[in-house]
């Protein structure tokens, strides 16, 4: 099962940041926080990942709470082709890491 | 980076017919993963191909129904067999490991089962 809980749908005018948060209460130590997004129609596409620092690159950032048990992506200008469904994951930093998905957020930009 | 295809990127099929279904990867990876996404739903991991050894399935998949092959570490084929209409989903490959940072996802193929 998905160790992690989102809201099923968020909306966002364009130009605007989009926040998309997520629960993870139960992380465990070794464990990373990973964000992908799919847009219609394609394969997943990887965003970002952290461990307990906040992180940022070109596409997004990520905030992660002190505790550990939850997180925040930031898209800082949201666009028209940000509109995809967003999967927040956990899970250890290892190529033999399974990744499993849980339901996401479907996130959609208004013009 | 790593760049993936997957073939045939679309098929409809009969119930009771078999579709064998080919990744390819541009470089030598160390992970190969196959999801499975039904209609509407997220993605199911369905198994892990293992280069050498029989794949690794997860619970709810078995190798009857969706044997894998993995022959080298840029190529491997997952079949659907003795297909259904409950077969109809997306399935795609996945790919990680020998310096890659994070897991790469293909296109996808869409499989309609009538």
């Known amino acids: 099962d998905a160790k992690t809980t989102q809201p099923p749908s968020m909306d966002c005018a364009e130009g605007r940041a989009a926040n998309l948060p997520c629960n993870h209460s139960?992380?465990?130590?070794?464990?990373?926080v990973y964000w992908y997004r799919q847009i219609h129609s394609q394969g997943p596409q990887y965003i970002i990942h952290g461990l307990k620092n906040n992180e940022t690159n070109e596409m997004a950032s990520l905030i992660i709470t002190e505790d550990r048990k939850s997180s925040t992506l930031i898209l800082p200008h949201a666009t028209l082709r940000d509109t995809a469904v967003y999967y927040c994951i956990v899970r250890e930093n290892s190529s033999a890491s399974k990744i499993i998905f849980g339901s996401g957020t479907r996130l959609s930009i208004r013009p | 980076s790593a760049v993936i295809s997957q073939k045939p990127s679309r098929d409809i099929c009969q119930r009771g017919t078999s579709l064998t279904i080919q990744c390819q990867v541009d470089s030598q990876v160390t992970m190969m993963f196959w999801y499975r996404q039904q209609p509407g739903q997220s993605l199911t991991l369905i198994a892990t191909a293992n280069q050498g050894s029989e794949a690794t399935y997860e619970s709810g998949f078995v190798i009857d129904k969706f044997p894998i092959s993995r022959p080298n570490l840029t190529f491997s084929t997952l079949t659907v067999s003795n297909m259904s209409p409950e077969d109809s989903s997306i399935y795609l490959c996945?790919?990680?490991?020998?310096?890659?940072?994070?897991?790469?996802f293909g296109p996808g193929t869409r499989l309609t089962v009538t």
């Open positions: 996945s790919v990680e490991g020998q310096g890659l940072l994070e897991q790469y």
């Open positions: 139960t992380i465990s130590g070794n464990e990373y």
